[in-house]
């Protein structure tokens, strides 16, 4: 018998069908293919919106609109789009903008022509006031003992440059003596403050402020003796607060957080939150929890929470509590920040009078994860580890 009559043989006698090789449904899709499919979800976005997609409209279309704009700056991938293009999405003109003429002459709309709806008036930005900006420039001097300082300055910025420290929103419990902010893009150190303190008569009843004479030293190699109600302003208005270099507050943290028993002192509340809004953009994250402190009862501090920006303006679930000892929370919550801080979520969250805030406490990371990552701290071990946010893992430095 030949080969084909036994090949033939075999094949007819197939009864299940197991010798029938059916072509591939869905093929692999090339470069182009997958550029066009991602064009097309542009497309139907504007199909279905009339519109394209906007910047802060949600994190999917946030998706979309960083999609379009990298594509209308690749002339290449617009070749490649334009038998695609039925909405002339990519029909699109990129304005180069090299000076104030280049800005009023793209005015399609005539806002900048007057000034007759207020534009330039502003009623919801606290103005600098003229006590505190004065009072910040005026007295500058220059500093002669900057020699015991510039060392410092150099780590700081060296740190901000390493990640080590970081530009925090600056609050008034923020300001005290030892610590470095930035005022207009100039590093500064608040050594010592002569406190006072003052009572205010208001109409709600009398209110004592801290005030007095400081010592301000400035990068530049000047140092003023201003008010401390005059920083306070002026950092409020156009400031930043540094943290502390996170080495330090990990050996800060390890010393003070040792041989806890239960005669010490309880300090606060380490937590972690999961939120229960109903938004899509939300609840379609994974892994998504706040991780903060109180000094109070957690379920407490939570209780209004969907009144809360940095709740999300929506109730919250309890996961987790830890019990605080011998150290301050803050410290605490800043080494878990430092640890998850390339997960942190960046969405822009408005209170009820439309107030936009931005949260910085919610993290994308699975919560065994978090778990374990505050374990380490206890341990003092943190400092061996990092946590790899691609593969959702601690890893060894």
Known sequence: MDKDKILKNIFDDDPLGLLNVKPATSPARNEDERLVASFQEINEFY???????????????????????????????????????????????????????????????????????????FKHIKKIDERASSDFVARRK?????????????????????????LVTFKEENLRAGDFYVHNGILLYLESVDEKKEVQEYKSGSRERKDGRTRVLFENGTESNMLFRSLYKALLANGKAVSEN???????????????????????????????????EIREIQNLYKIGFSTTNVEDRVKYAIQEPTYLMADVRILMTYKCYNMNPQKFEQLIHNFFGNSCLNIDVFDKEGNRHTPREW?????????????????GDIVKYKYDSKNEEIVTR
């Open 142 to 166: 220059p500093c002669k003992d900057f020699s015991k300082y510039e060392q410092q300055f150099k780590d700081v910025q060296k740190d901000l440059k390493n990640g080590k420290r970081r």
């Open 363 to 379: 993290f994308i990371a699975p919560v065994g994860i978090i778990d374990q990552a505050i374990h380490l701290i206890i341990s």
């Open 246 to 280: 996170v080495d330090d507050v990990n050996e800060s943290f390890l010393e003070t957080f040792s041989n806890i028993t239960e005669h010490d002192e309880e300090a606060g509340y380490i937590y972690i939150l999961k939120s229960k809004s109903d938004k899509q």
């Open 47 to 121: 199909e279905k919106n009339n519109r394209e997609p906007e910047q802060g409209g949600g994190i999917q279309e946030h998706q979309l609109y960083a999609r379009l704009k990298s594509l209308r700056e690749n002339p290449a991938k617009i070749e490649i789009l334009k038998p695609h293009d039925k909405f002339g999405l990519l029909n699109f003109e990129i304005k180069i903008i090299q000076s104030f003429d280049d800005i009023f002459n793209d005015d399609d709309l005539g806002l900048l022509a007057d000034d007759s709806e207020g534009l330039f008036e």
